[in-house]
């Protein structure tokens, strides 16, 4: 349920690429085209309502990313 409900939320021109799940944190990898995709995919899932993401998130110059989430009310993150 938790992949589905996170792959239906992936904005075009981007993808995940891992999604490891432990205890209450869910750890997301994947690739963006750009800043503003990244941003809309946190925007998205922090929509969710069941995640809480618990830092921002990390994206490289070359688009990799990672997002670090707990199950929860979801309180949202920012692209760096």
Request: positive net charge; aromatic residues 6%; contains cysteine.
């Amino acid at each position: 349920e938790i992949i589905v409900s996170v792959n239906s939320v992936v904005p075009q021109g981007c993808e995940i690429n891992s999604i490891k799940y432990s205890g209450k944190n869910l750890f997301i990898a994947g690739q963006a085209e750009n800043r503003t995709i990244a941003a809309e995919l946190v925007a998205r899932i922090s929509r969710l309502n069941f995640f809480t993401i618990t830092q921002d998130i990390k994206l490289q110059p070359d688009g990799k990313f990672e997002l670090v989430m707990k199950s929860g009310a979801a309180t949202g993150g920012e692209a760096k």
